[in-house]
């Protein structure tokens, strides 16, 4: 055996540009792999949610029931989460998405709920007058006026859904957990924390873009610059409610 | 159906109950790990926040620390901390991370908590000759009780599921009987260990529950 070359990569550095290079292609596949698990789970979870919301608010029967069982899913540890789905779904990224889309269910109804329920009942009885129909005035004034706290518990649930994607590893389909994985079983510490940051990365990307959709979808909030208005109650509140789960 | 048999059978055999790799070992690490953690990141994030909210300082830092914890993952920071040279201690990164990750949302419900107390209120214990010292613990801390107190609960129940996760970086804990399974490709093995750690995760947050109900009125706060 030749004399080991003496780079970073050979040295185990945390930081190597060598590993960069070398392993573009790798990362490039994890970080695809990643948006793709966390988009297509968001998605379902959103899909799920906005009926469950509905159905919430329009049948008080029907609001203990969905917002106790959304917080019973939200409270099972992510590992157990993606074991109980492994009868139903095997080693596959199906089984990651539907345990991710479970947790942002949470997350998201309770935000939508609380939108919903913020509309002011003024804006109601004026398109009543207006003499919109139930449906109309859901689509044309109450979802537009519950965005903002939607889109606040989307942010929320997208953030998160990043940071859970890489527990996938255990199942073989994490996105960069996987580089994690591979990374820890052979002392790899350049792939660790290329990876981790790589993660927290597309988190902020995530949340910046949902905040500039969410900017570009409220048009009327803007001349009034979210700071005064959302001060230090609701906002605050609305995150410290939250909390965040591993 | 099969399955649901399987797994039914695994956890009623008595000899994956004991034993170092059996099931009440793991729970009572898994207790004492979450319960040991919790009480030192309360110690940590809970004189910090009443500080910081009394004095209504350093709230974006409070505020943000929950957001700067949800976009890092668990897993990553475990994985890091051990192939750290603390990683060499035993259930060092395991017992950090868990702290690390229970602090924010103890920090921050503590410091809005404290920052939502009506200021009317401390206006008049201040008219009334209250020092500084006797307004936290007898006007801010009684009416900040019922926010601190959601934190904890958070922190406790993202405790249970960090604790888990350290299995994967072969910490103790009940996570140890689904990695094992895993490695094993046993699915009743992985699936009996996942129904234990949710039952004990629902427990932990029944006890806050139960807790926060038979607490006396001004512990429990308005519901909200």
Redesign the interface.
Known sequence: MTAPPDDCLARNDWICGDYLSTRRHILLDAVLEHVQLTVVSVLLGLVIALPLALLARRRRWAAGPVLGLTT?LY???????F??L??LYGLSAALVVVGLALYSLTLLVRNILAGLEGVPAEAKDAARGMGYGPTRQLLTVELPLALPAAMAGLR?AT??A??????G??VGHGGL?NL??A??NS?F?AQ??T??VL??LI??AF?LLLLGAERLLTPWRRGRAGRPARG??AG??R???????? | MN?LAEVWSWLTTAAHWSGEMGIWHRLVQHFWLTVGCLAVSCLIALPVALTLGHLGRG?ALA?NL??I?????????L??L??TPLGRHGEWPTVIALVL?AI??LL??AY?GM??VDQDVVRAARGMGMTGRQLVWRVELPLAFP?VL??VR?AA??L???A??A???GGGGL?RI??A??NLAS?PQ??A???V??VF??LM?AAFEAGQRCAPAWARGRM?
């Open positions: 019973v409270t099972i540890p992510s590992l157990a989460m074991s109980l492994l009868p929320i953030v998160s990043v940071a859970l994607t890489t527990v590893a255990i957990g994690i994985y990374g820890m002392f510490k660790v924390l990876a981790s993660c927290v988190a902020v949340d230090r109650g605050a509140r995150l410290a409610a939250a909390g965040r789960r591993p | 399955t709230g505020v929950a957001n914890g949800r976009a890092v993952p668990t897993f990553a920071i994985v890091l051990l192939l990750f924010p949302p921050t419900n809005v920052r939502e926010l959601t934190g958070i129940v993202q249970v599921a960090t888990t996760l299995a994967l970086v996570g689904i990695t399974g895993f699915t992985v699936v260990g996942a129904v750690v949710a995760a629902l947050e909200r």
